[in-house]
C-alpha cells in the first residue's frame, strides 16, 4: 500500500499546500477513514508549512536535496499506523514523526519514530542495507542539541528530537554525517516496494479484529510452504465443507514459532466468511494467559481507534477459552454450538478422559468432547487443530494420538485432511502420530502437504533455531555447535551475571520492542538473586501478566521493568522481541551420564524427577522458553553458593560448559 502523497522536493514547493491536504484527506477516505477529525487535519496542515519552510532551507545549503524524496503517510501494516513522513535523502532514509500540539519533545514519540525505523529495516524490500534515522519533531517545542552520531553499527541510527525551527539545520547535519555518498533511492520503486511484516500474535489479533486482512503475511526468507499457502488451502477446505455438507477435521503442524497460532487467527476471522456482519467461527485455547492478553490487547485496541466501551463484550468473541466454549455447550446438549468452525489451538494439549473427568465431570477425552459438540451440526463443520511438538508442559494432556482414536472410534464420518508430519511422526510434533499403532479405521484421510509450516516467522532472521534448541536440549553439542553459524543474525549468548543480562537486554530493546526475563516455573531458587518469579503474578491482580506483556516502560509492571520473570505457562503461545532465560537448578547438564539431571525442590531440598512424563514436561519447558524470542536471546545462569545446598555452583558451572560447548559465547 503507497503513501498517501509522494514527490520530489522541488516538486513539492511547486504544489499548493491545499492541494497537497486534499490529497491526504483523499487517501484517508478511500482507506475507511471516511469521518476525518479536525483535529487530524490541523496537524497535516502545521506539517505541510513545516516542511516546506524546511525543503526550502535545505535548498540553500544542500542545493542537490532538490532531487530528495518526500512520502506523507507511509503505511505500516504490522502496527495499522503512518509514519507520518519519510525523507528518502539520496542514499538515506529520514522517518519523521511530528507532534504538533506539545511543548515539549516526548519521549514515546522519539520510540515511536525509532520503531517506525525499525520496521522498515525489518520488513521493508527497498529499506535493507540502507541507513535510516528516526527524528521526532515537536513543532511547538525548544530547541534541542543534535546529539553525537552513534558508533554502533546498527543500520537504524539513535532517534533524534527537534522542533520546526531547528528541522532544516539538524537534517542537514545528518546527512552530512550520515549518507555514504551513494545514489538518489527511486522514490517510487521505494513507495511501491515489498513490506512483508511479521507480526506478533497480538499485533496480528489487533489488525483482524479492527477489520484487516492479514492473509499477505510473508517472509523474506519462506523457501518452503508458508503461512500464506497454508492459510489459503484452509480457506479451500473450509469452502468445500460448506458447499459439499461435509464434516472435516483438519490437522496443521509446524514448528515452534511457525504461526501455526496466525494461521488459525486469520481463518476463523476471515473476511470471506463473514456472515451478517459476524464470523461463523470460534478460536479455541487452553492457554487461560494467552486469551486473557490477547482479549485485553484488543480491548486497549478497539478503545484507542473508537473510544467505545464495547470492546470487552466482543473480544470474548473473537478469542474463546476451549473450557468455556465446552461449558456453555454442555448447557444447551441437544442443541449446535452458533459456530459451524473452531481452531483448536495447541489441539495436542487438550485434555485426556482422566483429567477431564477431574475438570469438568466428564468421562471422555476432550477432543471427544469437542468433536461431540460440533457434530450435532446437521449440515457441515469444520475444526481445525493446531498441533505442536514438544509444548506439552502439562500433567493431563491428551496428546496427538487421542485425536486420532476418537476420530476413528467415535466419528468415522468425519472425514480428517493432515498434515503428512501428523501421521509420520517426525521431529515437529516430537515424534507423536495421529494414529499411534497406524490404524485408521473406515475414516477417509486425505494427506495435505500445505498444512505443515517449517518457515519460522517468530524469529524472522532465522530458520536453524528450533533444530539448535532441540540438538541442545537432546544433549547433542556437537549438533548444536555445527548450527550457530546458521543463527549468525540472531543473536544467542549466555552469561553468569544477571546485572549484564539487563544491561545487554536494554541496549537493544529499542522503539516500541519489546524484552523480558522468563524463567521455569521450577526455577524457585532464583528468589536467592533477587529476582521476583511469575507466581506473584497469581498474588492480588489476577491479570498483572496483561500488563507484564502490553505495558511498555516506565510502568513498573512492564516486562521491559527486567523485575519479574514469566513462566512457561504466561509465556507459551507468545513472544518477546528480545529475551532473558534465566536458568535454573531444575534442569541441569550431567558430564558424567552424558545427558540432562531432572529435578524438582521439595522442602529444602532437590529430588531427583523419575516420571518419564514429568522429565519430558520440564524438557519442554525450556523448550518453550528458549524459543520465545524474535530478534535474540540471552541465557542467564546463575553462578550459584557453596553455602546453600540448593544452588550447587557445580552444577550450574557444568550446564553453562555444556552450553558454551553447543556454541553459546560468554559475556
Known amino acids: 500500500m503507497p503513501a498517501f502523497y509522494r514527490s ?56 542537490a536535496s532538490s532531487q530528495w524524496g518526500l512520502l506523507l503517510e507511509y503505511p505500516i501494516p504490522r502496527r495499522q499506523k503512518r509514519i507520518d513522513a519519510v525523507v528518502l535523502a539520496a542514499d538515506l532514509i529520514l522517518c519523521l514523526e511530528f507532534k504538533t500540539e506539545e511543548r515539549e519533545h516526548p519521549a514515546k514519540a522519539r520510540q515511536q519514530a525509532e520503531d517506525y525505523a525499525l520496521d522498515l529495516r525489518d520488513f521493508h524490500e527497498e529499506s535493507r542495507g540502507r541507513r535510516i534515522v528516526p527524528v521526532a519533531i515537536s513543532l511547538r517545542a525548544n530547541a534541542s542539541p543534535l546529539p553525537a552520531s552513534a558508533s554502533a553499527a546498527d543500520l537504524v541510527r539513535p532517534s533524534l528530537a527537534t522542533n520546526g525551527g531547528e528541522l532544516s539545520r539538524v537534517l542537514a547535519e545528518v546527512f552530512n554525517v550520515e549518507t555514504r555518498g551513494g545514489a538518489q533511492i527511486d522514490l517510487v520503486q521505494w513507495d511501491t516496494a515489498a513490506y512483508r511484516p511479521v507480526p506478533t500474535i497480538i499485533e496480528a489479533a489487533e489488525s483482524l479484529f479492527a477489520g484487516h486482512d492479514v492473509r499477505e503475511i510473508a517472509h523474506s526468507h519462506a523457501d518452503a510452504t508458508n503461512l500464506t499457502a497454508t492459510t489459503a488451502r484452509l480457506l479451500e477446505i473450509i469452502g468445500n465443507a460448506q458447499m459439499q455438507r461435509q464434516k472435516i477435521v483438519c490437522f496443521v503442524t509446524g514448528i515452534p514459532g511457525a504461526g501455526k497460532t496466525l494461521a ?83 489441539a495436542q494439549r487438550a485434555w485426556d478422559a482422566k483429567q477431564n473427568e477431574k475438570k469438568t465431570g466428564h468421562n471422555e477425552s476432550e477432543p471427544q468432547t469437542v468433536l461431540g459438540i460440533m457434530d450435532r451440526h446437521a449440515d457441515w463443520a469444520v475444526v481445525i487443530a493446531l498441533v505442536g511438538g514438544g509444548q506439552e508442559i502439562n500433567v493431563g494432556e491428551a496428546g496427538l494420538s487421542e485425536w486420532g482414536r476418537t476420530i476413528r472410534d467415535h466419528f468415522p464420518h468425519w472425514q480428517i485432511a493432515v498434515s503428512p508430519s501428523a501421521l509420520t511422526g517426525d521431529a515437529s510434533v516430537a515424534g507423536h502420530r495421529l494414529f499411534a499403532d497406524g490404524e485408521r479405521g473406515t475414516t477417509t484421510v486425505h494427506e495435505e502437504p500445505a498444512l505443515h509450516l517449517d518457515v519460522n516467522l517468530r524469529a524472522f532472521r532465522v530458520q536453524k533455531l528450533t533444530e539448535w534448541v532441540n540438538a541442545a536440549l537432546a544433549g547433542d553439542a556437537g549438533q548444536a555447535m555445527a548450527l550457530m553459524p546458521s543463527l549468525k543474525e540472531f543473536p544467542l549468548v549466555m552469561t553468569r551475571d544477571l546485572a549484564v543480562a539487563r544491561a545487554w537486554l536494554h541496549n537493544r530493546t529499542r522503539g516500541l ?46 516486562s521491559n521493568q527486567l523485575e519479574v520473570a514469566a513462566s512457561e505457562y504466561e509465556c507459551q503461545g507468545l513472544e518477546l522481541d528480545w529475551v532473558g532465560v534465566c536458568w535454573g537448578g531444575d534442569l541441569s547438564f550431567d558430564f558424567s551420564k552424558s545427558g540432562w539431571m531432572f529435578r524438582h525442590l ?66
Not at 24 to 31: D, H, K, T
Not at 605 to 622: E, G
Open 8 to 63: 520530489s522536493f522541488a516538486e513539492f514547493l511547486t504544489v499548493e499546500p491545499s492541494e497537497v491536504l486534499g490529497q491526504l484527506a483523499s487517501r484517508s477516505a478511500q482507506q475507511g477513514f471516511t469521518d476525518l477529525k479536525q483535529r487530524q487535519t490541523r496537524a497535516w496542515e502545521r506539517q505541510i508549512t513545516a516542511l516546506r519552510t524546511t525543503i526550502a532551507e535545505l535548498s540553500v545549503c544542500i542545493p
Open 602 to 667: 521439595a522442602g529444602t531440598k532437590w529430588q531427583a524427577v523419575a516420571s518419564p512424563i514429568d522429565r519430558a514436561y520440564l524438557l519442554n519447558t525450556y523448550r518453550v522458553l528458549l524459543t520465545r524470542a524474535r530478534e535474540g536471546t540471552i541465557v542467564w545462569i546463575p553462578r550459584g553458593d557453596a553455602t546453600d545446598e540448593t544452588r550447587s555452583p557445580q552444577r550450574l558451572d557444568a550446564t553453562a560448559a555444556f552450553l558454551r560447548d553447543c556454541g553459546l559465547t560468554e559475556i
Open 264 to 346: 488459525g487467527l486469520n481463518v476463523v476471522h476471515n473476511p470471506s466468511f463473514r456472515r451478517d456482519g459476524r464470523v461463523p467461527g470460534v478460536f479455541l485455547s487452553g492457554n487461560g494467559p494467552l486469551v486473557k492478553i490477547v482479549r485485553a490487547a484488543i480491548e486497549r485496541d478497539f478503545k484507542r481507534r473508537v473510544q467505545e466501551a464495547s470492546a470487552e463484550r466482543t473480544s470474548g468473541t473473537f478469542i474463546q477459552n476451549v473450557h468455556e466454549f465446552v461449558r456453555d455447550s454442555y448447557v444447551k446438549p441437544d442443541r449446535p454450538p452458533a459456530d459451524n468452525m473452531v481452531v483448536f489451538d495447541e
Open 513 to 558: 520492542r519489546r524484552c523480558g526475563l522468563i524463567a521455569s516455573s521450577g526455577a524457585i531458587r532464583l528468589r536467592a538473586h533477587g529476582l521476583e518469579l511469575s507466581s506473584g503474578f497469581r498474588r492480588g491482580s489476577r491479570d498483572l501478566f496483561v500488563h507484564w506483556f502490553l505495558n511498555h516502560s516506565p510502568d513498573i509492571r512492564s
